[in-house]
């Protein structure tokens, strides 16, 4: 079964998967604890994909690999779980939109320093994976927290149940904070697609950390176009751009390059491959968006009509805090087994380094 069409049978399958698995719970307990767990579970698993692909505790076959390292990563965000909602959320359970917040935007940090800064500095330092992972895991709390502290404002949630003393009282509103965090990430694939066209042209670039520094610079330029002119001209709600543009384009990507493994435009050049990308990711990522809420009322059934955007809210975490990491761990954990042979699937080991 050669690429593209495993790519597109094992999405196909773990979009099932993923909407059986969100059939099981009602709106507020996916919401609450669900789905902050899943988001605890996934920069762990940015971190054994990009920079520690290969831990010397995994088996080498199939299905027992995939299985340790889940299971390894399931454990890590158990850990991770806890702290992370004493950090930003008193530890009041089950977890509100505030510690919330903060673990979505640990993801894109992660994401970052994984990616954009190739795990620099910690490779300076360190030739184990499983160090520099661990230490690029740690920095993206503890950095992300001071981002949340000093960038977000939860002032308009104030005399709310879910507001909390500790809310962080920052430059700007929490929720067009997070969208435009989230928006950086966007960039940053959008790149992805381009394999860093123009950038590779420039050698002197093309080393860290002034890679990471320009890609980032890029990727923050792109979130400010968009926002500017979603939000700014067309005056779009935050949480409409996030599950309608945001959202669907980073799922769409996943399809296109981690599922697909990049192969549907391979033969073409760049820009022209990024183009034919770009476009096959945003209309794949909207299409599977509107899929998800058509299967909405069968999935979680009403909506709460008390809580403000609960569409977007589950909508949103459908897409990238449940299924985004389940396409992850059949990819680069299990290896797309049993659909692939061993030779087939070893490229899925480090499905968006660079």
Not at 90 to 96: C, F
Not at 165 to 194: C, D, I, K, Q, R
Not at 257 to 274: A, E, I, R, T
């Amino acid at each position: 079964m050669p690429q593209p069409v495993l790519g597109l049978v094992a999405s196909a399958l773990v979009i099932a998967l993923s909407l059986a698995y969100l059939s099981l719970f009602d709106f507020g307990t996916f919401v609450g604890w669900v789905a902050f767990y899943m988001l605890c579970l996934i920069p762990a698993q940015i971190v054994t994909v990009v920079l520690a692909p290969n831990p010397p505790f995994a088996p080498g076959r199939q299905p027992g690999r995939g299985l340790v390292l889940l299971l390894v990563n399931a454990v890590a965000a158990a850990v991770i779980t806890p702290i992370a909602l004493y950090a930003a959320g008193e530890g009041i359970s089950p977890p509100g939109p505030i510690p919330s917040h903060y673990v979505v935007i640990v993801v894109p940090t992660t994401f970052f320093l994984a990616i954009m800064f190739g795990g620099w500095p910690f490779t300076r330092f360190s030739r184990n994976g499983g160090v520099i992972g661990g230490l690029a895991l740690l920095t993206s709390y503890v950095m992300t927290y001071g981002l949340f502290r000093v960038f977000f404002s939860y002032d308009f949630m104030q005399g709310a149940p879910v507001y909390l003393a500790s809310a962080p009282a920052g430059l700007f509103n929490g929720e067009a904070a997070l969208v435009f965090y989230v928006t950086v990430l966007a960039g940053m694939f959008l790149m992805l697609h381009f394999d860093l066209w123009p950038l590779t042209k420039a050698p002197a670039v093309m080393r860290q950390p002034a890679l990471g520094v320009v890609w980032l610079a890029i990727a923050v330029a792109v979130s400010a176009l968009v926002m500017g002119v979603a939000a700014g001209q067309l005056g779009l709600r935050p949480m409409y751009i996030l599950t309608r543009i945001t959202a669907p384009f980073i799922f769409g990507t996943i399809i296109v390059l981690n599922m697909l493994q990049n192969s549907v435009f391979s033969k073409l050049s760049q820009p022209v491959k990024g183009i034919a990308n770009t476009v096959a990711a945003t209309v794949i990522g909207v299409v599977l968006a509107q899929l998800y809420g058509l299967a909405a009322p069968s999935t979680v059934g009403a909506f709460p009509a008390g809580v403000p955007d609960a569409y977007e809210v589950w909508l949103v975490n459908a897409l990238l805090s449940v299924t985004f990491p389940l396409l992850i761990f059949y990819a680069a954990y299990f290896n797309y087994w049993p659909l692939a042979r061993p030779a087939l699937s070893a490229a899925a080991e480090e499905p968006v380094r660079t």
